[in-house]
């Protein structure tokens, strides 16, 4: 059996910018803590450029953290 041994780091959220605060309470993607984190190398999500936002509301491929999570 092969096993992949996949780093990950903390990483900026996009989504409350790394204030932990979005939309007037507790940021959704990263729980409120500033970061998520994200296998390396970390991909900027190629849905919302980075934003974590779509004009439709949060960026669903990512969840609203900016990174991609595949």
């Keep these: 059996m092969l096993y992949i041994d996949t780093e990950y780091a903390p990483e900026k959220c996009s989504l409350c910018g790394g204030t932990g605060n ?5 940021c959704e993607a990263c729980g409120g803590q500033g ?9 900027i999500c190629p849905l919302c450029g980075g934003s974590g936002n779509l004009d439709t509301g949060t960026c669903r ?6 990174w991609a999570l595949f």
């Design 22 to 26: 979005s939309e007037g309470g507790i």
């Design 35 to 43: 970061n998520v984190l994200v296998a390396q190398p970390a991909i």
């Design 61 to 66: 491929a990512c969840g609203g953290s900016g």
